[in-house]
């Protein structure tokens, strides 16, 4: 079963959508059948809803399901309301990304471009704070639960079942000052490091790589089990878009991919990025 509340909470979604659609029935005839409002069964399957194990009975009767999937149903709909660690950090971290937080815990592959900053689970306490102190409307102590956040989001890259983390970040990231050169010396060093981690490849796409399939930076998450299907999340100042279904990823892939073959090989990413970090010791 999948870790973080966030994952049990798409995955039961997940299933009682597939549940339906192998009834044959819409989401107003299953509501009408069980006294429910059509919208109420459209939430529990969208997620965007909180779903009782005794709403999990009523279907799984409906649906004249086994009791074993009815049991497994209800331990989802149980644990899907326990918090996740990052929840405990309040306005630090806005709700449209705590989802991300959540499904991110549980991925077995991380594919991801960026295209102006260097990527979160490489970021520094210093590079990070910066990042947030832009911010006007957070205050210092939401700014302290942010970093906090983001550098304990680090440990799954060195974790015993570290993710196969893939990312493509465009040269500008490294050149672009944040704070000062002592912070991006900082920043840069920390980037290699990151490199050394048996989970983590990256590649810079750099300045003179010409065109390439994409603009804008976003992430693709994949999940062990294979019930759990790809998604690929866009941020963006107020909220995310998650995208899901075989067309969004498999276009992301492709552009993805494209990204990787226009950028420098690993080997060839970290001698430019030893360059830079030289260039803002000077």
């Known amino acids: 079963m999948a870790g973080s509340p966030t994952a049990r909470r798409r995955r039961l979604s997940i299933e009682l959508k597939k549940l339906r659609e192998h009834s044959g029935l819409t989401c107003a005839q299953v509501g009408a059948a069980l006294d429910w409002s059509g919208s109420k069964v459209n939430r529990m399957e969208t997620g965007s809803g909180r779903v009782q194990p005794s709403d999990i009975d009523a279907l799984c009767r409906f649906y004249g399901t086994s009791d074993e999937l009815r049991e497994f149903l209800k331990s989802l709909a149980r644990e899907a309301k326990i918090r996740g660690w990052w929840q405990q950090h309040g306005a630090g971290v806005p709700e449209w990304f705590n989802i991300y937080i959540g ?70 990231a ?13 920043q840069l060093e920390k980037v290699l490091d990151s490199t050394e981690l048996p989970s983590v490849t990256l590649q810079v796409l750099p300045f003179d790589s010409g065109t390439y399939p994409v603009t804008g930076s976003f992430t693709m998450l994949g999940f062990p089990a294979p019930e759990d299907p790809d998604l690929v999340y866009r941020d963006g100042i107020t909220d995310a878009v998650y995208l ?39």
Not at 174 to 186: K, N, P, Q
């Open 103 to 172: 499904l991110e815990q549980d991925a077995s592959v991380l594919r991801q471009y960026q295209c102006e900053l260097v990527p979160g689970l490489m970021q520094t306490a210093a590079y990070a704070r910066e990042l947030h102190t832009s911010d006007a409307q957070m205050s210092p102590e939401d700014i302290d639960r942010a970093v906090r956040v983001r550098l304990e989001r680090q440990a799954m890259l060195t974790g015993a079942e570290a993710p196969d983390a893939w990312f493509v970040v465009n040269e500008a």
């Open 174 to 186: 490294f050149r672009h000052v944040i704070g000062d050169r002592a912070l991006m010396r900082e």
């Open 244 to 282: 899901e279904g075989e067309h969004h990823v498999r276009e992301y892939t492709r552009a993805f991919d494209g990204l990787r073959a226009a950028a420098l090989s690993p080997q060839r990413s970290v001698q430019l990025i030893k360059t830079i970090l030289k260039e803002h010791a000077e």
